[in-house]
């Protein structure tokens, strides 16, 4: 996908509600060569997707291995609302907490006395993290009004061809 039509699709409506969401599954390559899919929160920077996570996590070796990934943004009503983004991540070790941690945690509800005390015990446990950032390399929104997986576009475009054909 070129770079214009990625941000075609990054730049929808209904992409932009997507992305301002607080939670994508990311999928990875585990290092015994299976599948794995997470929950992990998210920020979107405008041209990155940033995740973050402690340095000892069984999935920065996977990823340092093979940074090729692919991540769902979904809601959970019918017509579900889908985007589907793929990318390699970049791992960047950083002391302390990483503003995006802090941002990606600011949607919860809490008290502004229970956010101090989250955020003091985030400093305590933590002397560092790692930033998992993502750039989109390649992007699809399914919406199923204006868009659709594409295997149904598929079907569709059989069923209207034999329907012209009869």
């Not at 579900?80 to 503003?99: F, H, M, T, Y």
Request: charged share 25%.
């Amino acid at each position: 996908m070129q770079p214009s039509e990625i941000a075609d699709v990054l730049n929808r409506p209904i992409s932009r509600e997507l992305l301002a969401r607080d939670l994508t599954r990311l999928a990875y390559v585990a290092k015994d060569g299976t599948p794995r899919a997470i929950p992990i929160a998210f920020v979107w920077n405008g041209s990155e997707i940033v995740m973050c996570t402690v340095k000892n996590a069984p999935k920065l070796p996977a990823l340092r291995h093979n940074p090729a990934v692919a991540l769902t943004i979904d809601t959970e009503v019918h017509p579900p609302k889908i985007l589907l983004i793929r990318g390699r991540a970049e791992l960047d070790v950083v002391e302390g907490i990483p503003d995006e941690y802090l941002q990606m945690n600011g949607t919860y509800t809490m008290t502004a006395e229970q956010r101090v005390e989250w955020e003091a015990n985030v400093r305590s446990l933590y002397d560092g993290m790692v930033r998992i950032v993502v750039t989109p390399t390649w992007a699809k929104l399914i919406d199923f009004e204006t868009t659709l997986p594409s295997a149904i576009e598929e079907l569709a475009r059989q069923r209207d061809e034999r329907n012209r054909g009869a």
